[in-house]
């Protein structure tokens, strides 16, 4: 269980990173490597050169600007979590890292890996597709933004081409009374979610849900959000018969299963995590009429 | 009881001797053993789990620069003294022997099989050459499912084998058909069973090393029973006793695969011959998955008999065990799975069809448990089916059946290896289940249920009783010698695999000789230090080597006092030995150190041996066992069950251990705890997987799950201490009882949990998938009953 040979390299900035990334023949990021050494080590990657990007100072930190929650890309996930920004801008993202592998993993995982590696039972996806980042994407000749929501292809496939690096996170800030709860069922704490739902819910003026955004991992090759079940609550008042109809809809939902736990399994843990996810929203509303 | 400072004197809860060093660092593993110009070696494994060998192309490997050498079977037959690998235990239930090759020949019967063996400089090159081999494999239909590799006409998992039956026997005594015609009720069930591997967090691996200078090859290897891996490669490679020496350093767990002979040991060996090099063989995580033994799948079906209040009158049925693509080693998964049925109950008849079946898998052999836990797990699912059936209490039902203390030693006549019948030495079975019961605050339980329920959470609580083989013979040898030092080195055929092997048997030796546990050296596992040796299976070392250990020491010390008594010109009997002297009773002044009357007998030149007295102050014992000890015991398990996720979580458990006299209470709670992790990976979490073609599904610990700290409830071990008559320190191993009693315990609270939805556990392990199927099914069943 040892990698292939290839070449080590450490630029020092984005520029140099993005030099190199043009100039090597069959090259990969590394930007945490906790899923990357150990497909390096099976040898289901085989790069010739990696490209380390833990050196680059301007892909690291955490900031806030009038676009929102900005991270950079390289951003460990235990930076994240212990962040106070975060906590009060994106509690969301908070709730999410709690079930990302573990302190250790986390020591050394980074945002922007965790995006880019895209796997289907992944957390930081999944919440991404309810929090609608910005993503920031540096090539050669030069940057550009893209909505998350166009970033992901296929299974483990992102819109990244290859000679670009993603670069940045901007998180929007969240309209007032918006209200979050992430749900996962694993079968171990740290382990990757057999289905994990994340909700947003934005309650607007007369007691009407503003915006409602439900996103589900485990499900299909990427995370993906059930805009019809999203549409049954927006612009109606909050009511238990509305969740009851959205969680019928969101069970509904096809599932691609394994040998494990199977595609009706799947299913109804997406009914069972929704529901729960919707509770602890409802807990949050308060009074409002449930 | 606290551990405390080394001293003298058992029982009592010492800090470990094997501690300082593994603490430290300092512990010598496989991989700590270097040697100058050392190779390193990978294998290229069968990536199909049947197939004939049509060709195999290493020009490009060989090429690569780095590489020493790639080796076929056909490169390394000159080498041997047969074609396959003389493994296989006697054993009357064998059909047909069925030993496995060095490498493939040219028939592969599982994925992983190893064909190629690379030598090269490093251990990357060697992986680097393993992907430029080119192995034509031509596939050939493939056997997986024993209920269907026993049919008439099905497929054969090896093309030199007359069917797929490659052993069979019957657990039998008494009037079954008779207990059957008599019976009041009759419960027939089905389960399937699984356990998965022994997944030490050390792989296997071996160094080899040929020296011409001494003519001797010398094996580093990390297994359980060095002795055998020295016999076995002398047998196969021709060579003589004073040629080989096999050395186990510190080896981190074993749990049973280490016990067996793997083919890559003697390739390793053979290699090393061949070049006339050290080469070092480390098995990777991926290796360790697909090629080493694990126990797999069993099929049962059970019919069990009982009178209208519940005793048991009779069982029979049958058991098939996926035995995998040979016989590395016993016979004794499936075997000890029938003979557990009897547990510790009362069982007037059984007759149990016992068949081992070959498939294209990875050979089975033992791990902790070594069978007993899913023949555990049947008797008390069976016993809850009789409660549920005849309306009476669970813990009812079992204290019915239960062996009377009274009724000890208590035999069965199921015949042993030494043609004895299965005798349960000592124990108070009804007592065990009581203090458990007591232990687990079992009547408080519907409270607890209660504040569940509130919670969304079945809770149920379930027990299980067991008893466990151990101490198996015929012997283990120790050696205790004391030098002019003062210091005793004790030399041993156990091998300490993290059992406290030599903190034990120093326990027992310091306590005889009366010096403080630091005068004590413990060498285990090298085939030169200890001409004789047996290993580490079965629960044994305590019982084997702890009683050679205690009569070692005891002719020491009278030795000693005898060279004491004729140095000091008094009666042997007027001395004793205290704080590692002899010294005058009464007068403690007068005394003689050990060292001292080590010295005395080890000579001086030209002068005769005080008082005649043989030369040397040290002796031998290779105690030899009387039958086996039986342990036993009771273990409580409360679980929640999430119903709507099928997720079981452990919330409390409870042991009351029973493993006769107690050395060391801490070394003992060490072993039921860790037994008890293993059983709760076994009934929730392990699970070695393959598809329709034999490929394994789960090689990664990210898809075989083992229980993480985070699913390990707090685990509350008592001990009740019923001596066993059968050897002078009244012991009887503890190693597997944690992991035997587990499923069962686990299993019943889960059915206990799900009382209200009339839910029977026939599978293991208990994924929450297949729970919330179950759960689901029968949400239904009640759905339509209401409509009707």
Not at chain 2, 308 to 333: E, F, K, M, N, Q
Not at chain 2, 525 to 545: E, H, I, K, N
Not at chain 2, 592 to 601: E, F, K, M, S, T
Not at chain 2, 715 to 722: A, F, P, R, T
């Amino acid at each position: 269980m040892k990698p292939a040979p290839f070449a080590y390299h450490a630029p020092g900035s984005l520029r140099a990173a993005l030099d190199l990334l043009a100039a090597l023949e069959n090259p990969r990021l590394l930007a945490g490597g906790q899923s990357l050494m150990p497909m390096l080590n099976y040898r289901l990657a085989t790069p010739d050169h990696l490209i380390d990007l833990g050196n680059i100072e301007e892909l690291h930190g955490i900031d806030v600007t009038a676009a929102g929650l900005g991270i950079g890309s390289m951003t460990t996930q235990r930076t994240i979590q212990n962040s106070p920004l975060v906590a009060r801008h994106c509690p969301l993202l908070i709730e999410a890292l709690d079930h990302v592998g573990h302190q250790t993993t986390r020591n050394r995982g980074t945002i922007g890996g965790s995006l880019c590696h895209l796997d289907p039972a992944a957390e930081l996806p999944l919440v991404s597709q309810v929090l609608e980042p910005t993503l920031t994407i540096a090539g050669r000749v030069g940057v550009r933004q893209i909505p998350f929501a166009a970033f992901p292809v296929g299974q483990l496939t992102t819109q990244l081409e290859p000679d670009e690096i993603l670069t940045r996170v901007t998180f929007p800030p969240q309209p007032a009374n918006t209200h979050t709860a992430f749900e996962e069922f694993a079968r171990r704490p740290g382990d990757f979610a057999i289905v994990a739902v994340a909700v947003q819910i934005t309650m607007g003026a007369a007691g009407l849900v503003a915006d409602a955004r439900i996103a589900v991992g485990g499900i299909e090759p990427v995370a993906v959000r059930l805009r019809e079940a999203e549409r049954l609550l927006v612009g109606q008042p909050w009511s238990a018969d509305r969740v009851s109809a959205v969680l019928d809809l969101a069970e509904s939902h096809p599932a691609e299963g394994d040998h494990n736990n199977p595609a009706e399994y799947r299913q109804h843990l997406v009914k069972v995590l929704a529901g729960r996810a919707f509770a602890r929203v409802q807990a949050k509303l308060g009074t409002v009429d449930a | 009881m606290a551990a405390e400072a080394p001293g003298h004197g058992t029982p009592g809860s010492f800090f470990r001797m094997e501690d300082d060093a593994l603490l430290r660092g300092k512990g010598r593993f496989i991989d700590d053993v270097k040697l100058p110009n050392l190779l390193h070696a990978a294998f290229v494994r069968s990536a199909h789990a049947h197939a004939m060998v049509r060709g195999i192309d290493t020009a490009e490997a060989r090429s690569l620069p780095g590489v020493r050498a790639v080796l076929t079977y056909a490169d390394l037959r000159p080498l041997m003294t047969g074609d396959r690998i003389g493994l296989g235990l006697p054993s009357g239930y064998l059909r047909f022997h069925v030993d496995p090759f060095v490498l493939v020949k040219d028939e592969a019967t599982y994925v992983g099989e190893p064909i190629v063996l690379i030598i090269a400089e490093s251990r990357r090159v060697a992986e680097d050459a393993a992907n430029l081999v080119v192995v034509d494999l031509d596939p050939l239909p493939v056997v997986v499912d024993v209920d269907k590799a026993v049919v008439n006409g099905s497929p054969k998992a090896r093309l030199d084998c007359p069917d797929n039956v490659v052993a069979r026997t019957s657990v039998k005594y008494g009037d079954t058909a008779a207990a059957f015609a008599r019976a009041d009720h009759v419960i027939v069930e089905r389960f399937l069973l699984h356990k998965g591997g022994g997944h030490s967090i050390e792989g296997r691996g071996v160094v080899a090393h040929f020296d011409p200078a001494s003519d001797l090859l010398t094996v580093w290897n990390s297994t359980q029973m060095p002795h055998r891996c020295k016999s076995i490669l002398i047998d196969m490679l021709a060579l003589a006793e004073h040629q080989v020496r096999v050395i186990a350093p510190d080896v981190g767990g074993g749990f049973g695969p280490k016990a067996v002979f793997h083919p890559e040991e003697l390739a390793i060996a053979a290699a090393a011959l061949l070049l006339q090099a050290p080469v070092k063989w480390i098995e990777d995580r991926f290796e360790n998955f697909v090629a080493a033994v694990l126990e797999r799948d069993q099929s049962w079906n059970v019919e069990v008999a009982v009178d209208a209040d519940g005793r048991l009158l009779g069982i029979r049925g049958a058991v098939r065990h996926d035995h995998g693509s040979c016989t590395p080693y016993g016979l004794a998964i499936p075997y000890n799975s029938a003979t557990n049925l009897v547990s510790t109950y009362v069982l007037p008849a059984l007759d149990f069809d016992v068949l081992w079946c070959l498939t294209n898998k990875v050979p089975t052999s033992s791990t902790r448990g070594a069978g007993r836990p899913q023949g555990t797990f049947v008797i008390e699912r069976m016993l809850d089916l009789v409660a549920r059936r005849l309306g009476l209490d669970r813990t009812e039902v079992r204290r019915r059946n239960l062996i009377p203390a009274e009724k000890m030693p208590y035999s069965v006549p199921i015949k042993m290896r030494d043609g004895s019948p299965m005798t349960y030495d000592s124990g108070d079975y009804p007592e065990s289940q009581r203090q458990a019961l007591l232990a687990a605050d079992w009547d408080g339980f519907p409270a607890r249920r209660e504040a569940s329920l509130k919670a969304g959470r079945m809770r149920g609580i379930g027990l299980a009783n067991y008893v466990e083989l151990t101490g198996r013979g015929p012997f283990e040898s120790v050696t205790v010698r004391v030098g002019p030092s003062g210091k005793i080195l004790v030399a041993t055929g156990a091998t300490a695999q993290g059992q406290s092997t030599k903190t034990t048997l120093a326990q027992v030796v310091a306590d005889i000789l009366h010096v403080d546990l630091d005068r004590v050296q413990v060498s285990c596992g090298d085939t030169a230090t200890s001409l004789l040796g047996v290993g580490a299976f079965a629960s044994r070392q305590t019982v084997t080597a702890g009683n050679s250990a205690c009569e070692a020491a005891r002719i020491v010390a009278q030795k000693a006092l005898d060279i004491a008594a004729v140095l000091l010109e008094v009666s042997a009997a007027d001395l004793e030995l205290v704080d590692g002297a002899a010294r005058l009773k009464g007068v403690p002044e007068i005394k003689r150190d050990l060292g001292d009357l080590a010295r005395a007998v080890n000579g001086s030149i030209g002068f005769p041996l005080p008082g005649g007295i043989p030369a040397g102050l040290f002796a031998t014992s290779n105690f030899q066992v009387q039958g086996t000890p039986f342990a036993s015991g009771t273990h409580v398990a409360e679980v929640e069950v999430d119903p709507e996720t099928g997720l079981v979580e452990i919330e409390r458990y409870t042991v009351v251990h029973d493993c006769g006299r107690v050395l060391n209470p801490t070394v003992v709670d060490g072993q039921v705890v860790g037994g008890v992790v293993h059983g709760i990976g076994a009934t929730l979490f392990e699970w070695m997987q393959y598809d329709a073609f034999g490929q394994p599904l789960t090689v990664t610990y990210a898809d075989y799950l083992l229980p993480s700290a985070d699913v390990v409830p707090r685990i509350d071990v008592h001990h009740m201490e019923s001596p066993s008559p059968l050897n002078p320190l009244g012991v009887k191993g503890a190693g597997e009882g944690g992991t035997i009693g587990a499923p069962a315990a686990i299993g019943c609270a889960v059915e206990h949990a799900l009382r209200p939805l009339d839910i029977i556990i026939r599978e293991l392990p208990i994924t929450p998938a297949r729970l919330h199927a179950q759960i689901r099914a029968a949400q239904r069943a009640l759905r339509e009953a209401a409509k009707t």
